[in-house]
């Protein structure tokens, strides 16, 4: 005799084309908005902002001029000529050499915040969840039954992969035009892998989570993309992080419901 969970996963695994979100898009984005106005979820939004600002603004205002001089004086290549109307070339390089290493800064400034604000987002995540269950779901359950010593581990080696891809891409940073898109694209992988995990893991039981994420890969990655465009924009980027927790929750909770809907009939 199966039991629920078995017969749940054999029914996801027999229809992986069958879509458990009933709401339009839309739908998820205003409930989200809705709910980020609340008192409770500002001051969740407020506390990876003022974590990351902070503790980046000091290690800049510390260390940042002298490790790009540094960094300069590393890469610096001294042409060496003799004659006054080559000297251009001198002064050309250097000023490119200035603004690669300036360029770097900041990309590597985008990426330590984006870890920051995920890390905090991954212990914030249960709290968002709850809250918006109480508020819009109270019929169904929380079914994440995750340890949080492995999933500080799975998160560790989330970043480590995250790293390996940042540095591989370096060199395509500083082509004209192809860098700023090389530059995003291990920031979706880490903003997609972690924001979904983090709340699907809470939501779901381990095993249900992840045939539900490979059956509706689909609609994640349209609720996904919008998310990171959203986390892209100056100033608003630094408020996304829970207003993004907020939409995939109410994406997860209408599968939930379907999907259990579905099982039951």
Not at 140 to 161: A, K, M, P, T
Not at 209 to 225: C, D, P, W, Y
Request: proline residues 4%; charged residues 10%; neutral net charge.
């Amino acid at each position: 005799m199966q039991t629920q969970k078995e017969q749940n996963l054999q029914h996801l695994e027999q229809n992986p084309k069958q879509d458990f979100a009933l709401q339009p898009l839309r739908r998820y984005f205003s409930l989200a908005l809705h709910d980020f106005r609340t008192p409770y979820l500002l001051g969740l939004t407020f506390l990876p902002l003022l974590a990351a600002f902070f503790c980046f603004s000091a290690i800049l205002y510390t260390f940042g001029a002298q490790w790009y001089a540094m960094l300069f004086a590393y890469l610096y290549i001294d042409f060496g000529f003799s004659s006054a109307w080559l000297s251009w070339i001198q002064t050309f390089a250097d000023y490119v050499l200035k603004a690669s290493v300036f360029v770097f800064f900041i990309f590597a400034l985008f990426g330590l915040s984006l870890l920051t604000s995920l890390l905090i987002c991954a212990f914030i995540t249960p709290y968002v969840v709850r809250y918006i269950r109480d508020l819009h779901y109270q019929t169904h359950s929380i079914d994440g039954n995750e340890n949080l010593f492995i999933s500080l581990l799975w998160l560790l080696g989330v970043y480590v992969r995250y790293v390996l891809f940042w540095l591989v891409l370096i060199p395509l940073y500083f082509v004209p035009f192809v860098g700023g898109f090389a530059m995003l694209i291990p920031g979706y992988w880490l903003f997609s892998k972690t924001m979904v995990a983090d709340v699907g893991t809470t939501i779901f039981e381990k095993n249900t989570f992840k045939s539900i994420r490979g059956t509706q890969s689909n609609k994640i990655r349209s609720v996904i993309l919008p998310l990171f465009g959203i986390n892209l924009i100056p100033i608003i980027g630094f408020f996304s992080p829970v207003f993004a927790l907020s939409v995939l929750t109410h994406l997860f909770f209408d599968i939930k419901s379907s999907y259990e809907f579905t099982i039951t009939d």
